[in-house]
């Protein structure tokens, strides 16, 4: 024991500035080099050579690295006082898909026509006299079609009775 203690006590300064710039948090050093320390005393009849300093320290970088891998994999700690409610607390998110299904079937129940330059105009983000060109249609055309379209999709998803989703019917079992 007065081995141990002749030889590993003057390496503790040393041992808390090498962690330090490993970590650079002086808490999380003092910790890592305590960890080291109970490591050396439970493990200080395993050394296999006469250059403990060496010993020591590969013990101590060793444990630094599992930390900083243990770190990366957990992502930063943060007090729950310091973070705010938009962090713990998400929106739902279920009826996105939902909702997602609705318009889809409520579109695909429009007439082609309405459809085609609703789904260009939206969708695609086309202009209206990119959309007359690509349907080869007049202007004036496009636009009381994307009217009367945005509208019936308007009634169709005002009614939810009127939109079906696959699979969404039950029946009747005798």
């Given amino acids: 024991?007065?081995?141990?203690?002749?030889?590993?006590?003057?390496?503790?300064?040393?041992?808390?500035?090498?962690?330090?710039?490993?970590i650079h948090d002086a808490v999380a050093a003092d910790d890592l080099v305590q960890d080291c320390l109970e490591r050396v005393i439970s493990h200080w009849h395993r050394r296999r050579n006469d250059d403990a300093r060496t010993w020591v320290f590969a013990i101590l970088h060793n444990l630094a690295v599992n930390r900083l891998r243990q770190a990366s994999r957990r992502g930063e700690h943060v007090r729950i006082d310091d973070?705010?409610?938009?962090?713990?607390?998400?929106?739902p998110t279920q009826e996105d898909g939902l909702t997602k299904a609705d318009v889809m079937a409520a579109v695909q129940r429009l007439p082609?026509?309405?459809?085609?330059?609703?789904?260009?105009?939206?969708?695609?983000?086309?202009?209206?006299?990119q959309v007359a060109e690509v349907l080869a249609i007049p202007i004036g055309t496009v636009m009381s079609r994307l009217s009367r379209g945005r509208e019936r999709l308007r009634q169709i998803l005002e009614d939810p009775a009127s939109v079906a989703r696959p699979g969404s019917h039950l029946r009747r079992v005798k």
């Fill in 112 to 129: 082609e026509e309405q459809r085609s330059v609703l789904l260009l105009v939206s969708v695609e983000d086309l202009s209206y006299a």
């Fill in 1 to 22: 024991m007065d081995d141990l203690l002749s030889q590993v006590e003057p390496m503790i300064p040393a041992l808390r500035r090498y962690a330090r710039g490993l």
């Fill in 83 to 91: 973070i705010g409610e938009g962090f713990i607390a998400h929106n």
